[in-house]
Nanobody, 124 residues
Framework: QVQLVESGGGLVQAGGSLRLSCAAS????????MGWFRQAPGKEREFVAA????????YYADSVKGRFTISRDNAKNTVYLQMNSLKPEDTAVYYC?????????????????WGQGTQVTVSS
């Protein structure tokens, strides 16, 4: 079992920055990959970024590449999403998720544990 709790969401103006955190507990954090997904009102959940168990591999959606950075601190059991140059279209509920079975960064069906989500709102 893995429990995930996101934090760091909020309201920010376009061009601003936020850093999301996701604290994990339960199974050994350094043994599984982590991902961030988001869901805007009226839209399907979409992949944002993922990081392998060691942090050695990362993967990003084209829409956030160059603006967002995913990282993890295995000593703190935490994964981060640094979001820079935010745009109104980044407005969504952001979820962190754990993939305890392998490395399939984009496929949400492969993630078996999810956090409750944190709201990010970017005003124009």
């Amino acid at each position: 079992q893995v429990q995930l709790v996101e934090s760091g969401g909020g309201l920010v103006q376009a061009g601003g920055s936020l850093r999301l955190s996701c604290a994990a507990s339960g199974r050994t954090f350094s043994s599984y990959a982590m991902g961030w997904f988001r869901q805007a009102p009226g839209k399907e959940r979409e992949f944002v970024a993922a990081i392998s168990w060691s942090g050695g591999s990362t993967y990003y959606a084209d829409s956030v590449k160059g603006r967002f950075t995913i990282s993890r601190d295995n000593a703190k059991n935490t994964v981060y999403l640094q979001m820079n140059s935010l745009k109104p279209e980044d407005t969504a509920v952001y979820y962190c998720a754990a993939d305890t079975s392998g490395w399939a960064p984009v496929d949400s069906a492969k993630y078996d544990y999810w956090g409750q989500g944190t709201q990010v709102t970017v005003s124009s």
